[in-house]
Nanobody
Framework: VQLQASGGGLVQAGGSLRLSCAAS????????VGWFRQAPGKTRDFVAV????????RYADSVKSRFTISRDNANNTVYLQMNSLKPEDTAGYYC????????????????WGQGTQVTVSS
């Protein structure tokens, strides 16, 4: 599975962005897909994950109620809708796939896309 993230950009605090993670290759619906973020000099942190069918989701406490993850298996795409953005959300955002489920540890993810930069100005 190859993953490509897009949709990042510069936005003012309180604004919104929608990130997309497009997958190519077979059996996309066999994988749970997660989003992680990494700011310069910091670790790569879990943001959200969605199950294979889309019925299950899990979020980091810092984004709960502001971000929504969803997926469209017919179009091999996972989305991350980000609302009420804060300057501390500024980071490179990465999507990744795993075959275990709603996992938060980056080490268990099998496939990674390149990052898309999100910058939130105050």
């Amino acid at each position: 599975v190859q993953l490509q993230a897009s949709g990042g950009g510069l936005v003012q605090a309180g604004g919104s962005l929608r990130l997309s993670c497009a997958a190519s290759g077979r059996a996309f619906s066999s994988y749970a897909v997660g989003w992680f973020r990494q700011a310069p000099g910091k670790t790569r942190d879990f943001v959200a994950v969605i199950s294979r069918s889309g019925a299950g989701t899990r979020y980091a406490d810092s984004v709960k109620s502001r971000f929504t993850i969803s997926r469209d298996n017919a179009n091999n795409t996972v989305y991350l809708q980000m609302n009420s953005l804060k300057p501390e959300d500024t980071a490179g955002y990465y999507c990744a796939a795993n075959n275990l489920g709603l996992m938060v540890a980056p080490g268990v993810y099998n496939y990674w896309g390149q990052g898309t930069q999100v910058t939130v100005s105050s």
